[in-house]
């Protein structure tokens, strides 16, 4: 019997480079625009709020953003991840605590071609209002906006063997449930602190490697 798989992975710094938010805030925030950053940081405020208050200061044209957008680094390995999911039906979620907005912008008609679940907070933008996000609705986290562990719970209740992929501290909980991990910068020393089994995520064709190996 086929083992049913699916893929999970955080898109900030784990499919990018870097986070959306250090982008903008090395391009286009002072230091008083960062303050609610801080406040989240110094546990005053929870990480949706500080960052929909920090994404709401931008107000720059729609096309200005859209170029800005375009100039993240995508890992380009994680296509080849893609091509063989979708060949062999394996799901793919991009599961992120930022917005959908700029992950949408960036892989554009591979949502489509790759059949991508975008699980996020929803984005809009205006120059007038800047970027606003709004909670997701299915799998709600009242820290984050969006959560990877409830997407994980939903994928392992329907008898998923669950492959994630992340890079931060708020992706300890989602690698506590998955399967098997694949990890990039602090996520992957707090799962060798917490004795989680990790792999160092170099590039995604250590994942592609790892499904070829496991689809029986």
């Known amino acids: 019997m086929t083992k049913k798989i699916a893929l999970v992975s955080d898109f900030d710094g784990t499919i990018s480079d870097n986070d959306f938010f250090y982008y903008l805030a090395e391009k286009y925030f002072d230091q008083a625009m960062l303050e609610p950053w801080n406040q989240y940081l110094s546990g005053q405020k929870k990480h949706f709020e500080a960052l929909n208050e920090m994404f709401s200061q931008l107000h720059i044209s729609p096309e ?9 680094k ?19 979620y991009i599961c ?3 917005c959908d907005y700029y992950i949408k912008e960036l ?25 606003q996000m709004s909670p997701n609705k ?6 984050l906006g969006v959560s990877k562990t ?5 994928l392992k209740e329907n ?25 990039r910068k602090t996520l992957y020393q ?10 160092l995520l170099q590039n995604f064709n250590q994942v592609k490697n790892f499904l070829e190996e496991n689809i029986k």
């Open 107 to 131: 892989l554009r008609d591979n949502i489509e071609k790759y059949n991508l679940h975008i699980v996020s907070n929803n984005g809009t933008y205006s120059p007038v209002c800047g970027l």
């Open 64 to 72: 200005e953003l859209k170029k800005f957008i375009s100039g993240i």
């Open 190 to 199: 707090e799962c060798l602190n917490k004795k989680i089994a990790v792999e």
């Open 74 to 92: 995508i890992d380009k390995t994680f296509y080849s991840v893609l091509k063989f999911c979708k060949n062999e039906n394996i799901p793919v």
């Open 159 to 183: 008898r998923f063997f669950v492959v994630f992929c992340g890079d931060g501290r708020p992706d300890v909980g989602p690698a506590l449930l998955a399967d098997k991990v694949f990890a």
């Open 138 to 143: 299915e799998f709600f986290d009242e820290n």
């Open 150 to 154: 409830n997407l994980i719970k939903h």
């Open 96 to 98: 992120s605590a930022g």
